[in-house]
């Protein structure tokens, strides 16, 4: 089973994951904002030619009744069910489109994070689980954009829009209406967070698997030549079990949803119905009006259910937004070496060398060099270690000895290395020669002391 990860900066221990606001959207989505106002405008005109519809149907059944020519009015109707098809396809494109530049530009971010941080990352972390945020992460921003969230303006237009016609046609029926739509939202507003918790542990549980498989189809030769093939397949699939019953808590607190819009509108017609057949009769609305009213509170439940599915696209998306912000918010080794690089200013450095003589003589100097790997690295060594173990155990039968991983591997080290000198670091494994090379190649940053080239 898949061990428990030490604690990391920005994690919230009560959702199992990395936590991201609403406000660490907003970037990724405005760096679209040419083609978000457009569709802004289409979502306006949209909302124009949708609340008219009602108005010109009402109109209709009073010529009707009154048997008046329909004239134009016909002909009107189907001009503005036509034209705003048009423009919802046109914005529907427009979305699709902005969603997957959104998409490409958060990966081309990572990317470049990926690629820049300090080694000691890379040794802390998972590939796999690394991959995953470029990959299932990333996709869960797409849906921010095109189930609900960037046509929110010709949404509120169309919600206010209905609101105040409906409140024209009978106060009394639209009281009634949002008393039903309000407790609706109440409890769709709980679940969010419940939502949001949710597809956080869900992109966790992938990015094991990720890293489950990138690690076994790495090592396949060492796995077949143990003949462990059956038990990474057992720990793989049960890593997979983990993801599929994180992804059942999401369509669990998602199933909610749905429903919840559907009966706030069987509520809300019977509502109507009901109480406007009756107001109907008593004469203080007529029936133009009643059927009017049931057109606008289509059109009044229409953008709910789109804040509805807003809501559970957002949620997913923070959630899968703070795993990627928890790697964009890392320094990369370019911070590190601006930082290095300015605390080694020749007017401040208090361990400048200036004798050129001794610059030549001594080209590569440790000074009493300490290095300890952080906790993350050690855990996930004796972890290696372990399963290593646990491998040779299977194949030989016999038990094997792990060596506990201590954290500190260099302590208190020191020597001088003549420029043009040839040197050969010797000692038994786990000794620190790897650690060495990686601190000359600036791979590594000592815990203490100094590490001098050329005098600096």
């Known amino acids: 089973?898949?061990?428990?990860?030490?604690?990391?900066?920005?994690?919230?221990?009560?959702?199992?994951g990395p936590r991201a606001s609403l406000r660490q959207l907003l970037p990724f989505v405005f760096e679209q904002k040419g083609v978000l106002l457009v569709v802004a405008i289409l979502s306006v005109l949209a909302a124009a030619f949708t609340l008219a519809q009602p108005l010109v149907v009402g109109q209709l059944i009073e010529r009707v009744q009154t048997?008046?020519?329909?004239?134009?009015?016909?002909?009107?109707?189907?001009?503005?069910?036509?034209?705003?098809?048009?423009?919802?396809?046109?914005?529907?494109?427009?979305?699709?489109?902005?969603?997957?530049?959104?998409?490409?530009?958060s990966r081309r971010r990572l990317v470049a994070q990926l690629l820049h941080l300090p080694v000691q990352e890379y040794d802390s972390r998972r590939t796999g689980d690394l991959v995953s945020r470029v990959g299932t992460d990333t996709t869960l921003l797409y849906a921010v954009l095109t189930q609900g969230l960037a046509d929110s303006i010709g949404n509120a237009l169309i919600f206010v829009g209905a609101v105040v016609a409906m409140l024209v046609?009978?106060?009394?029926?639209?009281?009634?209406?949002?008393?039903?739509v309000g407790a609706s939202v109440a409890v769709v507003g709980a679940l969010a967070g419940r939502i949001r918790r949710a597809t956080t542990v869900q992109q966790e549980?992938?990015?094991?698997?990720?890293s489950g498989v990138e690690r076994a189809v790495g090592s396949i030769r060492t796995i077949r030549a143990?003949?462990?093939?059956?038990?990474?397949?057992?720990?793989?699939?049960?890593?997979?079990?983990?993801?599929y019953d994180a992804g059942v808590?999401?369509?669990?607190?998602?199933?909610?949803?749905?429903?919840?819009?559907?009966?706030?509108?069987?509520?809300?017609?019977?509502?109507?119905?009901?109480?406007?057949?009756?107001?109907?009769?008593?004469?203080?609305?007529?029936?133009?009006?009643l059927v009017t009213f049931v057109m606008f509170l289509f059109f009044l439940v229409q953008p709910l259910g789109s804040f509805f599915g807003a809501i559970?696209?957002?949620?997913?998306?923070?959630?899968?937004?703070?795993?990627?912000?928890?790697?964009?918010?890392?320094?990369?080794?370019t911070a590190c070496d601006a930082e290095v690089a300015a605390s080694l200013a020749p007017a401040t450095s208090p361990v400048a060398v200036t004798d050129a003589a001794a610059q030549d003589a001594a080209a590569i100097e440790f000074r009493d060099v300490h290095f300890a790997y952080p906790d993350a690295v050690v855990q996930a060594r004796r972890r290696t270690e372990t399963e290593a173990a646990a491998l040779l155990a299977e194949a030989h039968a016999d038990t094997v000895e792990v060596a506990d991983a201590e954290g500190e591997v260099l302590r208190g080290v020191s020597f001088r290395v003549p420029r043009g000198a040839r040197v050969a670091l010797v000692g038994p494994s786990g000794s620190g020669k790897s650690t060495t090379m990686n601190i000359l190649g600036c791979l590594d940053v000592p815990s203490a002391g100094t590490f001098l080239f050329r005098g600096h």
């Open 1 to 16: 089973t898949p061990s428990r990860r030490p604690s990391r900066p920005g994690r919230n221990h009560k959702d199992d």
């Open 67 to 105: 048997s008046a020519p329909l004239g134009i009015l016909i002909w009107l109707l189907v001009g503005l069910v036509v034209v705003g098809s048009v423009i919802s396809g046109i914005q529907h494109f427009l979305l699709q489109r902005t969603g997957t530049a959104v998409v490409y530009s």
């Open 169 to 180: 046609i009978d106060p009394l029926l639209l009281l009634l209406i949002l008393v039903v």
């Open 205 to 210: 549980r992938v990015g094991e698997l990720a």
């Open 226 to 243: 143990a003949g462990a093939s059956g038990r990474e397949q057992a720990a793989i699939e049960e890593t997979a079990r983990g993801a």
């Open 249 to 289: 808590q999401v369509a669990k607190a998602s199933a909610f949803i749905v429903p919840i819009a559907g009966i706030a509108l069987q509520l809300s017609l019977l509502v109507v119905l009901g109480v406007g057949g009756f107001r109907v009769a008593s004469g203080a609305i007529t029936i133009a009006q």
């Open 312 to 333: 559970t696209s957002v949620n997913q998306a923070l959630g899968a937004l703070g795993r990627i912000q928890e790697v964009l918010d890392l320094r990369t080794e």
